[in-house]
Structure formats: C-alpha cells, structure tokens
C-alpha cells in the first residue's frame, strides 16, 4: 500500500511552453501532498503544499505564478510550470501523506523537467 | 545553523561492512524521524521510521534516535551493493507533516 504515482517520469520542453506533472496516490486518500524540487546531489527543496480543495501554500522565493499547484481530488494533486525556462530544469518529487500528521510521507517516482 | 545537519558523504564501504550514518538536529520540537532511501533519478522510497527516542530495527537496517543529543543514526549490516544509494533524513515535528530533510548521504557499497 501507500503507493504514489507521479506522470511523467520525464519530459523535455522548449522554453517559453507550460509543462503539467500529475501526482496520484494510488491506493488511499491524500488531503495534503507536498511538492518538492531537488538539484542534482542537493537534498529536497520543499516547494508548496497542496491541499484538496483549497489553494497551495507556497514556501518563501517560491513564485506561485510560475508554478501553479491544483489539487482536484482526494488523490490527484498537479504542479504546472508555466512559461518554463533552463533554470526551471530540475528534478520535481511530489508527496503525500495517508493523513495522521506524523511526517510519514510517501513519494512519487519523480519528474525530470528538461527546458531547452 | 541548518534545521538538520547530514555530512553528504560519499561513502565507500566492500560488501559486508556495516554502514554507519547519522545526522544531528537543532529543533527540539521534532518528534518523527525518518530514513529514506533514493537510487539515481527516482523518488525517495521510505526506509525506517522512528517516533521519539529509542531503537526500531528491520531486517538488516537499524535506526536509533537520541532525542537529548538531538541525533540520529542508521545503521545497515551486511552491505550489499544494492543498497548504494543516497540515504536521507528527515524529520517532523508534532502534527506537521512538513519534512526537514539533510543533505543526503551517498553510499557506494563496493562488491
């Protein structure tokens, strides 16, 4: 159980364009799945936390213009990165938890973003 | 001073040795503690997971957390070179399920 699901796995775009990545948890319900960007050999950056039904608390230096945050359902959250750049290049990891507020989180496999 | 500090490592041990890493904490309010385990370009998969202070040991994996020193271990015996990987900790406070993680630890177990 607790499995998390993140789509694409990888994609490579041209700058200027918006690129979606989807988080689905599989096999239980997430209020709250977290959003995470991670440099090559750096650890996770927290980036916004997204809760279902309301809108996405954003970390500080965090432009939420730039990264929209939708959580639809019990268990699809989406991270859109709009009018993406080189810099935005990076790795995203998405999280939920299966509710108790216990820091136990479960990740998704990862999006590698590629903006030429 | 960072929330959590890890030493990032690298890490080279033969296969069988124990693999001894740790990280220190400066937040007295953490009570979850947490090891995850990440091969290249995949996400963190969730290793131990410990609340408060004490010993939890799995299979050949151990954690200890030493909440008056604000430290935290892990410990995996009879390496195997599966298990090299980038190890990180994490940690929560009381009802939050916001992580600080360290730095992360890259492990090479060599055959």
């Known amino acids: 159980g607790a499995v998390v699901s993140q789509h694409p796995s990888r994609v490579i775009c041209k700058s200027g364009t918006s690129v979606k990545i989807e988080c689905r948890s599989l096999d239980f319900q997430a209020t709250t799945m977290f959003w995470y960007r991670q440099f090559p050999k750096k650890s996770l950056m927290l980036m916004a936390t997204s809760n279902e039904g309301s809108k996405a608390t954003y970390e500080q230096g965090v432009e939420k213009d730039k990264f929209l945050i939708n959580h639809a359902s019990l268990t699809l959250s989406t991270l859109t990165v709009t009018s993406a750049h080189p810099e935005d290049s990076s790795f995203y990891i998405c999280?939920?938890?299966?509710?108790?507020?216990?820091?136990?989180?479960?990740f998704g496999e990862g999006s590698r973003l590629t903006v030429l | 001073q960072k929330e959590v500090e890890q030493d990032p490592g690298p890490l080279s041990v033969p296969e069988g040795a124990i693999v001894s890493l740790n990280c220190t904490y400066s937040?007295?309010?953490?009570?979850?503690f947490m090891w995850y385990r990440q091969y290249s370009r995949k996400g963190p998969e969730l290793l131990m997971y410990?609340?408060?202070?004490g010993n939890k040991e799995d299979g050949r994996f151990t954690a200890q957390v030493d909440k008056s020193s604000k430290y935290i271990s892990l410990f995996i015996r009879d390496s195997q070179p599966s298990d090299s990987a980038t190890y990180l900790c994490?940690?929560?406070?009381?009802?939050?399920?916001?992580?600080?993680f360290g730095k992360g630890n890259q492990v090479v177990v060599i055959p």
């Open positions: 994490a940690m929560s406070a009381q009802g939050n399920n916001r992580l600080a």
């Open positions: 410990t609340y408060s202070s």
């Open positions: 937040n007295s309010a953490f009570q979850y």
């Open positions: 999280s939920a938890s299966q509710g108790a507020s216990t820091g136990e989180l479960f």
